[in-house]
């Protein structure tokens, strides 16, 4: 069934895309955020440990969101490591220390990466797309990065 909620299908087709980018971007830092609530090694191991689950969890949650706003609109949502490789702006992680310190960081450019993506849509998302839902809904995800992002960079 045809999704008709008053924004053109050229405009829901064009904030998906880059909703599909941001999902892909969502499912690189929850597993690079899952590899270091894993891998994490040094005297901080147990609270970062679970600092590192605290953050993948509520990323998860990000995740789901994203992939049904795109549905919301009436589209399908990536969902094959493919893709999200094929669309995301991150990078993986390859190499480095185990260290908190050294996750940290790889984790706080992620978000801050992140933060800046959103930034940009919000106003293009309701002004030139005639979305105002999806606008209000990524102010709210990049105020979620922001304070991630605050969290982790406490720990430097």
Known sequence: MNTSIGIS?????????????LLADEFVLYTKTRNAHWNIEGPDFHSMHL???????????????VAER??????YSPATLQAFLQLTHLSEKT??????AGFIKELVGDHESIIIFIRENINPFASEYGDAGTSDYITGLMEQHEKMAWMLRAHL
Do not use: C, P, W
Request: hydrophobic share 35%; no cysteine; glycine share 10%.
């Open 95 to 100: 190499g480095g220390d185990n260290t908190s």
């Open 51 to 65: 600092f590192f689950e605290a953050q993948y969890e509520a990323l998860d949650d990000i995740m789901d969101g």
């Open 9 to 21: 299908e050229t405009n829901k087709l064009a904030v998906t895309k880059s909703l599909s980018k």
């Open 70 to 75: 795109i549905r919301m609109l009436g589209h």
